[in-house]
């Protein structure tokens, strides 16, 4: 991603990339008032969707977010979804503010921001205000459009002057803004442009000229329609209209924690069915774990969600919980990993020395403390002993049916977060899924170390006199007793980490189980008809390059598990997608990850091969 070269005239910033103020020098906040963020109304809905074209400083966000704060009448929730190709450091940012006078009027918004700004990387960074959620999406705009998906109520084209950046408003670009909006969505730019105009035409935008800001017009255009052919169907979401918010989730791990307090900011009634008889006694329940990213070679799907889904969990920890990340160690221990290393030494997620990366984002993290205090913000009434069989439907609402139970009914949406539980309770044709036995080792401490280390196994720092490594990987073992083989093979994963005259003592072992698929990516997304699958793709090995019809699925069931060792990083962008899915929002993630996650994945493969 580049970085924004950026000078001041006469206190306003000014772009060196596109010979261009950032906006108007003279009155920028009446100006940003005028073409957008009072160009408007809001409606009285759930959501309300704004999209911007060049995030910049971000004043259009900043002014938008005042004004819904301030309004009476206006949505529940308000999602701004920004896209900036030119990054501009935080204390530049900062210095914008102060330069221009708008420090003070800001500060408590601006501050909040930087707390949380990301690195200068590409990727879709998500920020939590008060009823309104920031996604700031890193990338150009050619390639990002694509990757969203979402139906904005309004758009801001903010990224400069069509004559000194004819790229944010070619046909292109257009047409994804086009497939991103909904009927009536309003386009608003300072620009009165007759090749921006032509190209807003072609894509059935009805567009009129009306008085500029200090100048004589500018454009406003509004969406009539338009057709577009989707050639992956299969993985598209189906928008659901419905009013109920009453809600079961399977499951009180991570996944089902993030779910609930992702749901509850949406007002939606939570109730969790767990099969044990407390909260701590699944996979979530290690006194420490380290939160820290697989280090693949670049632009690897699997590399590329784990990266994106460690600094948004890191992030969405420190937002909401205050984690205060205290970095990770991750070695290369063999050659494979030592390329992969080499190939990202210059991602600034891993400061790469070596056959070492330090994750700063990252550190070790108390499992127990993040699911019992999510459950707890969430308001989420959890039932424990109910161990889940199936659901039954009536009246388009779910009854649940438990092993020693009474049905519990009338709800109306159903979300299976059961971790390596759900082979039990969900059978796919094509979905295999694995139980995976795993045993952490408490040993004497035998390492002073204040970050947490990660190679063969990890290590965590010394916690209430004891000292964490782990975790072994057994698919075949399903004995939920600890034994000293798995100790031995624990203490044998951390011998580089030893000078070799150590006594390691065991002071204590845990047993966890985790779902993996056979793909290494979680499960996530709406449960699928196969039988609907089957036959209306059967035939994907001679059409899959051709347009495809819509999915259809299971009506308001829901699927977010197999999310293997790194929960506590992918479980955070699961709940938002599902959050998605539910109340037709941004994805929270970029569109490629959806279908890397989606559960069809597995039978589209077997069609598209003819199988």
Known sequence: MQKARLIFKDNTPFSLDFDDFYFNSKDGVNESKFVYTQAFEFTEDENFIIAELGFGIGLNFFLSL?????????????????????????????????????????????????????????????????????????????????????????????????????????????????????INTQILTFSASSFLQKNLKKYNFEVQKVKGFKKREMIKACFKGFEFECKEAYFSRVKKDFKGKKLAIIGAGISAASLAYELSLRGFEIEIFEKNTKLFENASTNASGILSSLILKPEVVLGELSQNAFIEASRFYQQILGFKPQGVYEFAYNELMQTRFDLQKDNVLFQICDNRAFLEDGGVIEPKTIVSELLRLSGAKIHFGYEFMHFTKDDNKFSL????????????????????????????????????????????????TKFALSSKAYITPIKNDLQLIGATYDRLNEDINPTQKDNEENIQNIKEFLQGNEKLVVQGAKVAFRSYSSDRFAIIGPAYDEEFYKKSYKALLWTKDKPQILPQNIENLYLDFAHGSRGFSTAILGARYICALICNEPLGLFKSFTHAIHPARFLIRKLKKGL
């Open 66 to 182: 005042k004004r819904f704060l301030n309004s009476t009448k206006r949505p529940k929730r308000l999602f701004y979804v920004s896209l900036e190709n030119f990054y501009i450091d935080k204390e530049l940012l900062r210095e914008c503010y102060k330069r221009l006078n708008l420090y003070e009027e800001f500060k408590e918004l601006l501050e909040l921001f930087l707390e949380f700004y990301p690195k200068n990387k590409e990727g879709y960074y998500r920020f939590y205000f008060k009823d309104c959620f920031l996604d700031l999406v890193f990338k150009d705009a050619v390639f990002s459009l694509k990757e969203l998906d979402f139906k904005a109520d309004v758009w801001f084209l903010d990224g400069f002057s069509p004559s000194k950046n004819k790229t944010m408003f070619d046909e292109e670009i257009i047409k994804e803004i086009a497939r991103l909006s909904k």
């Open 401 to 448: 049916h438990f092993n020693t139970q009474n049905s519990k009914s009338g709800f109306d949406i159903l979300i299976y977060a059961s971790g390596a539980d759900t082979k039990k309770i969900l059978s796919y044709e094509a979905m295999n899924l694995s139980k995976v036995r795993g045993q952490v080792t408490l040993l004497k401490p035998f390492l002073d």
